[in-house]
């Protein structure tokens, strides 16, 4: 449960986005998943995500199929309500930053689960008061017997950490995806304000994330896709990848469907800020749609 030494969260080398394998059949419901753990989601305020990482049915390891672990709770309510539901008992929240919408929901979490561990950036523990386990990059965590890795991402906060799953080989029952939590880093086709960062940290950031294999599965905190899509086809109307993925993305949101999650090599393709080849693109693309009133 304690994290280990700095120093063992290196991502692998990047694959180019032509190597992208594209899994049109992919489902994007909540509470997807497969083999020994699967992650759920669940819709909050406007357009938050809430995610549980739980046991998938029989097949949780170390006992772990009736405990759950909560991510970013930005709000209390329907996120204890859901767990109660499904007899799942949470162990854990981690959080990706300090913004409201990622920890409102944590001080009754503690009050309904009191030893529920908090882990987040030991680095924002004045921001994130209620945190019982301080973590920073390369720090391993192993919840629900999955490895966790922590990985500094700053930009939209200087503090700001994703969490990365790698995938779990082994007989078919036991087969876990790649996750990737990166809260308010990475978008669906976008990525997060620089509102504590600069363009070249925000920059270096999506770029350890594309440098993770292309079928992970990427849980990002908000449901932005159809207006990042918009942006982006409207600023490259000839770009085959990001036409097809905003049609696809019009067709789930018309049909209620979330679009998220999205995986890395569909960023690979279709994201214009992990795309940027340096930090002077991805600034020029960041000023673009922070400004767009499309
Ligand atoms: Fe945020």
């Known amino acids: 449960m304690h994290p280990s030494a700095p120093g063992s969260a290196t991502p692998q080398a990047a694959s180019p986005p032509a190597r992208a394998a594209r899994d049109s059949d992919r489902p994007l419901t909540a509470g997807i998943g497969s083999g020994a753990s699967e992650v759920s989601l669940i819709p909050v305020l406007e357009d938050n995500y809430v995610f549980v990482l739980h046991g998938a049915g029989s ?45 409102g929901g944590t001080p009754e979490l503690l009050r309904r689960w009191p030893q529920l561990q908090v882990i987040a950036a030991a680095a924002d523990h004045q921001r994130i008061p209620l945190q019982t386990q301080g973590v920073g990059d390369g720090d391993r965590l192993n919840l629900l017997g999955r490895a966790i890795e922590v990985w500094s991402v700053p930009g939209h906060t200087r503090a700001h950490v994703a969490y990365y799953l790698p995938p779990v080989d082994g007989p078919l029952d036991q087969q876990s995806q790649g996750e990737l939590f990166c809260g308010d880093t990475l978008f669906a086709g976008g990525c997060g304000r620089l509102l504590e960062g600069s363009p070249e940290q925000l920059w270096q950031s999506l770029q350890r994330l594309a440098a993770l294999p292309g079928a992970t599965r990427v849980w990002c905190s908000h449901e932005y896709t159809e207006a990042n899509l918009r942006w982006a086809h409207h600023l490259h109307p000839d770009d085959q990848a990001i036409h097809r993925r905003f049609q696809e993305v019009l067709t789930q949101r018309a049909a209620g469907r979330p679009t998220i999650p999205s995986s890395i090599g569909e960023e690979w ?10 930090a002077m693109e991805f600034a020029r693309y960041r000023h673009s749609k922070d400004h767009w009133r499309g």
């Open 59 to 103: 097949g949780g390891s170390d006992g772990a199929a009736d405990q759950a672990v909560v991510v970013d709770p930005a709000v209390a309510e329907p996120v204890i309500a859901w767990l109660e539901q499904r007899q799942l008992e949470p162990i854990a929240v981690l959080h990706t930053h300090h913004h409201h919408d990622h920890i």
């Open 269 to 278: 393709l279709t994201n214009l800020f992990m795309r940027s080849r340096d």
